[in-house]
Structure formats: C-alpha cells, structure tokens
C-alpha cells in the first residue's frame, strides 16, 4: 500500500508515487537554496505566514530546546549520581533545576503543540490555512524571542548586581524567594518576563487555533467528523486560555512587586505567599494537561491507523477530552496539601483530583478496545504510543495515590513527586511525541524515518526511562527530598541514584540516535510517498512535503475517516455512522 | 477529479455549509483569555480587601466615580448605534456615534487621571504604600490600561472612516471590535462594583 497514491482534487497532474518528483509544487528547503540566495532563502523562513512552515519552525524551536533541557538534566543527574559531589555548585545546581524545569515546560511542552498543531490541523480539517496567518507567525516569534529572553539571562543577569546568572528560583517561584530581598539580580526579572511574553504568544496562538477548528473546516468536517487529533488540539487550546492568562496576570503582579514596590506577595506588609500558590497552580496544575491532552490525540491517530480499526467510541473520546478539560481546571490545590488547608478545602481537592480518573481511564479503555483484534503494526510510532498506554496507567495511579492529602503530606517535595510527574512528562507525553514524529516526519519532509534507528532509539529510550523513574519513586520512599544538590553517604540511596543517572545517560543516548536519525533521514530516508501508513486523515490525500495551498480544491468529506471511503468506495464509513 | 470523497451516487449531499466567523470566534476566545487575567486581579483584590497594615483606607479616600461609569457605560450605547448605522451603510451618522464614543472613553480616562491625582497627590496614596494601593492601581489600572488600547483601535477605525477607507462592506469588522469594547465596559461594572461598593 506503501506506494498508493490518491489524486489531489483538482491537481494539475495527478501525483505520482513519491510527490517530491512529481511536480506538483515542492518547497524543500534544499530545492528552494538552488533557485534562490541564501539571504533570500532565509528570509523566506524569518517572514513566512504558512501554517506549516511555522509549524515546522516551532517543532525544530522544540528539539533544540529539548537538547538544551535535556543537558540541563544530565548535568543534575551527574551531580546527584554519587554522594557529596562538586561537579555543580549548590548556585548551578538551582539554576540548572530551575532551567531545566522551565525550558522543559514552556519551551519544549508548550512548543510542541502548537508545532505538530498548526501544521496537522489545517490539513485534517481540509483547511488552506490557519484562520489568522499573521497572528500565527506573530505568535511564533513571540514565544521564540521568549525563549531567547530566557537563555539570554545567563549572559544578561550576571554581574549587574553581583548574583547569579540565570534564575534559580525554581519553576514554580514560591514568593517570598522571588521578593527584591531575596533574589536581588536580574535572574527572576528575565524569568517572569520571559514568561510573560511567551504567554502572549501562547494566548495568540490558542486563538489562532480554536477559530482555525471552528470555523475553517471543509464542506462536510461537522465537529463531530473532525479527527481526534483536531479535537484535542481545539480542547487544550481552549483550556489554555483560561490557564496562560492566570500565570501572566500572576507574573505581572510579581513584576509589580519588583519594580514598582507593590506587596502582593510581601508578607511584612500584610500580603500573602499562599496567594502566589493558588495562582500559580491554578495555572500550573492545568498546564499539565494543556500538554498532555494533545498527545492523547497523536495516541488516537496512531492507535487507528496502526491496529487497522476505527477508534473506538469516538464521541466518548470527545466527551472525556472536554471533561478532563473542566476537572482540570478544579484541583490545583492538591499541589498545596501541606500548606494546611481546612479539612473541606482537603476533602474538596482530594475528590476532584481523584474524578480526574475516570476520564482518562475511560481514554484508556478506549485505546485497548481499539487495539483489541486488530491488525496490529510494530512500527516505531506504534512501539512508542503502547508504552505510553501502559505508562500513563502507572503515572494516573501514582497520581490518584498523590490525591490522597494524608500520603501526599508524607511524599509531598519527596522523589516520589518527581517520579509521578516525570511518568507523565517524559513517559506519557515525551513518547507520544516521538511517535508523532515518526508517524508525520514523511508527511512533511517527504521522506521516512530509519526503522532501524527509531528502532534502537525506542529501545534504548523504554531502558533508560524506566530506570530512571522507576527507581526515583524508591528513593521518594526513602525519603529524598526533591531539589537537593547533593546527599550524605549514610542515608542508603547512593546505589539507587546512580541507578537513575545511568538511566539518564541512556535516554541521552537515546535521543541522540532519534537527533541523529532526523538529520540523516532527511537526505538519505526512504521516499515515502503520499500514504506510507496506509492511514485515513486528510492529511494523507496531500502530496509530501505538501505545497503551499494544502489543497487544490475544497475537500469535502462525509466521515470520520474521508480516505477509508476514498480507498473503500464499496463500503464507506458513512454508511454506518 | 473531485477525489474526496468520490462523488457516487450513493454518496450523501452534504448540506448547506456554514460556518462561525472566524473574527468573532477570534474575539470572544480573547474576552475569555482576558477575563482569567481579570479574574484573578479581582480575587487578589478582594482576598486583600481590609488586610492593609497602614492606611489610608478605601473608605477614606475613594469617592464613587458616579459621571466617569456613567460615559463609560453610555459609550457602549453609543457604539451600539453606530454598529447599527454602519449595518444600514450611514456612514455619517457611523463616524459621528463611533466619535462619540471614543469621546466618551477619553473623558473616562481623564477622570481616572483625576481621580488618581488626587489620590496621589492629596491623599498619599501610592502603589507601594499599603496593599490597598497595590491591589488598587493594579486593577484600576488594568482597566484604564485596557480602555487605551481600545482607544487606539478605535481611532484607526475613525482615520480610516474620515480617509475614505472604511466602508459598508466592513461592517463585520467593526462588529468585531466592538465586541471588545463592550467587554471593557462590562468589566468596569465588575471593577466598580468590587473597589466602590464592596470594598468601601
């Protein structure tokens, strides 16, 4: 099926087997060099308003930023891996966590969303575009001179008041650390703006996205036929709505504090620490799952495409996206147990954290009810997305463990925590971004990605993760508490943490294949051709690289699934739905 | 050609196919984004309300800004009419009622400058000097921050109008962009209400 290839409505000339030779339109970076000077070339990327040329500036944004995040984490992992080391200082190494936690979250997380998503929804909702192409490329270079805000406080910072050189104040900021008293330099002020600014973009772009699903789809896409991926993309946009917007309002009350005086957070003068808490979480407990539910949906389509059955119960999957969405946005004080809330306040935050289970393992039950007697392919995206199945099992019961305030006032700051949170992280939402790169890498480069190497990279990944966070729950037990820069030799975890550092090295590894698996398969991969999956989304009846305008023509659909009837004309879908 | 899906006879017609307007969708997704950052400078101020260790306190030195939410509020009849009158093709009366309107804001904006005058200068009040001063110009001033972005967006729309630019068939548009600044005068009855009523 590898090679079949179906008409793109109205094409001047029906594409071949592998688009990149057919002469439809092609626009690989490498082609568009030879016609072009450089400068021109990249000024062509720096001015570009194409969903999918930004959609792919911000996914290569997300990778180098995963670099840079996951370096930040294996310098940790070195520093923890034996007792009373000095690789980092006791300053590095909270500005390494601090770094490490926020590159990973708004740079990397908050990045790869709306990379995969501005360059899938509009081609699987038979959309030109984005609704607002301008917005989207502002959005873009908002959130990316964020980031570079960010970084630049590790030259910027220093020296001007004699501290640090990047913020250390961790990711979530707890006042009164972040006061004028207590961080003097500039390290918190490049942290909150950078924020701030990023968040403007963000907010942008989660408009962007929700006036692109409701109002750009094809003649017959109703909401109900949009893909699972579009679905989630439109849900976690509209959550990230109303959770950016608390963190920038927080942020510019901090700023507030810093600059002109204020005492938001200044206890001397009757304000609170507590208040910063609440809304911080009130942001961050959300954004958690503004990251994961778009993974959810690379989970769907895969699990579809390769089990070789439609999802099952499509509308209950819709509906637990939306009421995980509203749960979501009412159990961030579990975050804040120890404080010492009443005990309604307790009760009210352990239920509603624990209501969060039911959506998602209804998800879950739909996914191996998928799986169940289908076809199954063990192709890299496939691997990846099985394992996260089975790893978002273990971090949601580690999670409900976490919502009962009694446990988690023993745990609470423990590596337990960091456990739990790294399950959905890097085992939930990491893997469903790898396979969201081996299941489109062909779609948007033209070509396929080694199996080999993906392969190998998963692998090695699976070892490494497992090692790693596995065993941090063991040391939480033990009583390590997180955001330490070293430990004495007698407390028993010295094996225990060189286990995780080893398994750190190897997810380094790991990623370091899959980097180099990128670059090799974009000049060397095997040429993929319109379909290689054999899958049924719209975006699939598109040439690979497709050109600038998607479609020639205004698809138009009648199921869930447009290709299945195309391919099936004898029994399409919407005979039955 | 048409390929997706393969038109057979048996393929059912898709019916009539609309959609939101992607303006509006636009518009309402940022009043709820705005309304978060809004909600939670309310519940700062409202959690604060009476938790100044030194004064001056509200009910020392706020007067309840009676004519200033009366502009405000009559500035969203006003742009009403105007959407009105565009959506007839009046383009006078559109350019007379959306320059009422921006009147009204900047008489709104000048008594907030006198007020926060007064404030400053007679009564001492100032961000850093108590929690109530804090949580007061911060929200206040969001508020006003936002009256002077619609401002702005305003006056485009009025050079546009007085160029020549600006016609009819934009009248969506328009509508569009007073929805915005009716959300900011809706948030002024919540900011009235929170700092003059309740928090006095």
Not at chain 1, 386 to 415: C, E, K, R
């Amino acid at each position: 099926m590898a090679d079949q290839t179906f008409p793109v409505p109205g094409s001047p000339t029906p594409a071949g087997p592998f688009a990149g030779s057919s002469g439809v339109v092609d626009v690989t970076p490498a082609q568009h060099e030879e016609r072009t000077t450089l400068l021109e070339w990249l000024s062509g990327w720096v001015v570009t308003v194409d969903h999918k040329r930004l959609g792919i500036l911000y996914t290569l944004y997300t990778l180098i930023f995963l670099l840079v995040g996951g370096a930040e984490a294996i310098a940790i992992r070195i520093q923890l891996a034996y007792p009373g080391s000095h690789f980092l200082s006791p300053e590095l190494f909270n500005e390494m966590f601090t770094m490490h936690g926020t590159t990973m979250v708004f740079l990397v997380g908050m990045m790869y969303i709306f990379g995969f998503g501005n360059y899938m929804v509009p081609l699987m909702i038979g959309a030109r575009d984005m609704a607002f192409p301008r917005l989207n490329a502002f959005s873009f270079w908002m959130s990316a001179f964020g980031g570079l805000l960010l970084y630049y406080s590790f030259i910027g910072g220093f020296g001007l008041y004699g501290m640090g050189a990047a913020p250390d104040v961790s990711w979530w900021a707890y006042a009164p650390l972040t006061a004028r008293a207590f961080s003097p330099g500039h390290a918190t002020d490049y942290w909150a703006l950078a924020l701030i600014v990023m968040g403007f973009g963000t907010l942008g772009s989660a408009i962007n996205m929700i006036a692109t699903t409701l109002s750009m789809r094809c003649r017959g896409m109703t909401l109900m036929r949009m893909p699972l991926f579009a679905w989630l993309m439109l849900v976690t946009s509209g959550l990230t709505l109303v959770t950016i917007t608390p963190l920038t309002a927080a942020q510019i009350m901090l700023i507030i504090d810093r600059y002109l005086g204020g005492h938001f957070f200044d206890t001397q003068a009757g304000g609170s620490a507590v208040v910063w808490m609440h809304f911080f979480w009130i942001f961050g407990h959300p954004e958690v799952y503004v990251l994961v539910l778009p993974t959810f949906g690379i989970a769907s389509e895969v699990i579809q495409v390769f089990s070789r059955k439609a999802i099952f119960g499509y509308p209950a999957m819709v509906a637990a996206s939306v009421g995980i969405a509203f749960v979501s946005l009412g159990v961030w004080a579990h975050h804040m147990f120890t404080i010492g809330m009443t005990s309604v306040g307790n009760s009210f935050f352990v239920l509603s954290t624990m209501l969060v289970g039911i959506p998602t393992s209804l998800k879950i039950f739909n996914w191996i009810a998928t799986l169940w007697g289908g076809r199954i392919r063990f192709n890299p995206p496939m691997l990846f997305v099985l394992a996260f199945v089975f790893q978002f099992l273990i971090a949601g019961l580690t999670g409900i463990m976490l919502s009962v305030a009694p446990w988690d006032w023993q745990l609470h700051n423990s590596y337990f925590v960091i456990a739990h949170f790294h399950y959905i992280l890097v085992g939930a939402i990491v893997f469903n971004i790898f396979a969201a790169f081996y299941y489109w890498y062909p779609k948007v480069t033209g070509r396929m990605l080694d199996e080999t190497l993906g392969k190998w990279h998963f692998w090695l990944f699976l070892i490494g993760f497992h090692l790693t966070f596995d065993t941090m729950h063991f040391l939480g037990f033990m009583g390590m508490p997180r955001s330490i820069y070293t430990y004495e030799p007698d407390r028993g975890w010295n094996h225990l943490n060189l286990i995780v550092s080893i398994g750190g090295f190897i997810q380094g590894i790991a990623v370091l294949i899959f980097a180099w698996n990128l670059v090799r398969s974009y000049f060397r991969g095997k040429l993929a051709g319109n379909d290689p999956w054999d899958a049924w989304t719209l975006e699939w009846a598109v040439p690979s690289p497709p050109p600038a305008y998607n479609f020639a023509v205004d698809p138009e659909v009648h199921s869930r699934r447009p290709l299945w009837d195309l391919k099936h004309p004898d029994d399409p879908d919407w005979k039955y739905e | 050609m048409s390929a997706i899906p393969i038109s057979s006879a048996a393929s059912p017609a898709v019916q009539a196919w609309t959609l939101p307007s992607r303006g509006r969708v636009a518009m309402l997704c940022l009043i709820i984004g705005e309304s978060a950052i809004f909600t939670i400078f309310v519940v700062a101020y409202v959690f604060y309300i009476g938790k100044s260790l030194t004064g001056p306190t509200p009910a020392q030195v706020l007067d309840l800004p009676i004519f200033n939410t009366v502009c405000l509020l009559s500035s969203s009849i006003t742009i009403w009419l105007s959407e009105r009158a565009i959506d007839h093709g009046r383009m006078k009366s559109f350019a007379a009622w959306w320059a009422l309107t921006m009147s009204l804001g900047i008489v709104f904006l000048i008594g907030t400058a006198i007020e926060w005058h007064k404030l400053i200068y007679l009564d001492g009040l100032t961000i850093h000097t108590n929690l109530f001063g804090t949580t007061f110009y911060s929200l206040v001033g969001l508020h006003a921050t936002h009256v002077v972005v619609g401002l702005l967006m305003l006056s485009l729309v009025l050079i546009f109008t007085l160029t020549g630019h600006l016609t009819a068939r934009h009248s969506e548009r328009v509508q569009v962009l007073a929805l915005y600044w009716h959300f900011v005068d809706a948030v002024w009855v919540v900011v009235f209400t929170v700092v003059y009523i309740v928090g006095r």
